[in-house]
């Protein structure tokens, strides 16, 4: 069997065959990887194949433009460009360092959660000036 071939069947069983976005396991699903599935898909490390089903491939390909957009759009109506880069800087980070100890899918929904709980956004700006202050206080001694 080939490499290929062996790596597409550990992500069908991996998955148990429900759409790694919405659980879904009675839809019919297929390999996916960055808006490309099936035969289209080459050279992907098995560990990045997800299985998808028709709907969220639907949401992932046709419908993730606008969503980008929208994104794009809240940021340059509400935020600096430094504020902008940081948070790009951020998302480069842990994805060049590996550094998410969850999926990306539950980091950004504990993500967006935590900025639409106000107490939880208190909360963790409060634990950020604590730190920067720490921080300050160290580079000072
Ligand atoms: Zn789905």
Redesign the pocket.
Known sequence: MSTKRKAWMNAFKRSECA?H??S?NE?TVQLYYRGKTGNEICDVAESKLRV??D??LLEETERRPPNEQALLHELGEHFSAQDINQLAGAFAYVNHFNTLQHMPDVVMSALSWAIETPEIQKRIVDDYFVWLKETRNQTLK
Do not use: A, G, H, R
Request: with cysteine.
């Open positions: 759409c976005i919405c879904d839809s998808i089903c709907d969220c």
